[in-house]
Nanobody, 127 residues
Framework: VQVVESGGSTVQAGGSLRLSCKLS????????MAWYRQTPGDECELVSSISSDGRAYYVDSVKGRFTVSQDKAQNLMYLQMNTLKPEDTAVYHC??????????????????????WGQGTLVTVSS
């Protein structure tokens, strides 16, 4: 299984970015997918998830600003991030998750436990 995230960059507060996640060697169609972000100290927070039938979840801090979507035909998942804030600064990881994913866990635990876990893409939001 190969997971590759892209789209991270440095932007000013209030700006937008679109993250992409490409999966290879994985049955994308039947799996829930998620975006986690890694804070200093190796803790990963669930930012957003999308179920195999398209239901989306967002952590409260990004509701109304972030939108998750997927293109199953291309094995791609996206995270559109608008009105970015300095506190959104993190490494964002893409993952395949079970129906009730962990909200917070160490990134090491997630990378070992999940079938698909990417190395992440860095988002830096300057004030």
């Amino acid at each position: 299984v190969q997971v590759v995230e892209s789209g991270g960059s440095t932007v000013q507060a209030g700006g937008s970015l679109r993250l992409s996640c490409k999966l290879s060697g994985f049955h994308f169609h039947d799996s829930d997918m998620a975006w986690y972000r890694q804070t200093p100290g190796d803790e990963c927070e669930l930012v957003s998830s999308i179920s195999s039938d398209g239901r989306a979840y967002y952590v409260d801090s990004v509701k109304g600003r972030f939108t998750v979507s997927q293109d199953k035909a291309q094995n791609l998942m996206y995270l559109q991030m608008n009105t970015l804030k300095p506190e959104d600064t993190a490494v964002y990881h893409c993952a395949a998750v079970p129906p009730q994913p962990l909200m917070v866990a160490t990134c090491a635990r997630l990378s070992n436990a999940l079938d698909a876990w990417g190395q992440g893409t860095l988002v830096t939001v300057s004030s």
